[in-house]
């Protein structure tokens, strides 16, 4: 394993042009893993003692940078989160207005209901008190009276008339005799 980054560039295979490809990969092959091998104890070994203190501070400047940077990133991505919350929280207003808007028609549809309801229970009530006869007469019931209408009536300026009923001829009752006398 090579001690320093000299030796490193010395043990650099060279080729004379008269070794066979397969004898050139195995140089290769080998001087690959010297490598290896040296940046494994590099990295193992690496520590605060093996700076000067211009070193350390470069890296302590980038540590600074990377976590400046990170935190900018995070910073955004707590921006744009908070747009969304925002956006949400208006949707969320949009939502609960809707639904105050959805039970003022139910209220209103039940408010319809219950006149349509009381204007069935009128109809109903004036069909009760108004009847059209099969033969075209009118019947109308007020008070316990009943006033049946046959004639000419003008119903929106048109002339309606009902036909009146034929009248059966009248039956012959049987005298008795003592009424004859």
């Not at 080729?15 to 940046?39: A, D």
């Not at 000067?52 to 302590?60: F, H, R």
């Not at 744009?80 to 949707?91: D, P, W, Y």
């Not at 006033?147 to 009248?167: C, D, F, H, R, T």
Request: glycine share 8%.
């Amino acid at each position: 394993m090579p001690s320093n980054w000299q030796s490193i560039d010395m043990n650099f295979p060279s080729f004379t042009g008269e070794e066979s490809p397969k004898e050139q990969i195995r140089q290769l092959h080998n001087y690959l893993f010297q490598l290896r091998q040296g940046l494994q104890y590099s990295l193992q070994n690496l520590g605060l003692k093996n700076f000067n203190a211009a070193g350390l501070k470069e890296l302590t400047e980038a540590q600074k940078q990377d976590v400046t940077v990170l935190l900018q990133g995070i910073t955004q991505a707590v921006n744009n989160l908070s747009g969304e919350l925002n956006s949400l929280s208006g949707r969320v207003r949009d939502v609960e207005k809707l639904s105050g808007q959805i039970a003022d028609i139910e209220e209103w549809t039940a408010a319809a209901e219950t006149q349509l309801k009381e204007l069935d229970d009128r109809i109903t009530a004036l069909e009760q008190i108004l009847r059209v006869g099969e033969d075209g007469s009118i019947s109308i019931g007020v008070a316990g009276r009943t006033i049946n209408i046959v004639g000419s009536i003008l119903i929106n300026g048109k002339e309606w008339q009902v036909e009146p009923e034929e009248e059966d001829p009248p039956i012959e009752e049987e005298v008795s005799e003592e009424e004859m006398q």
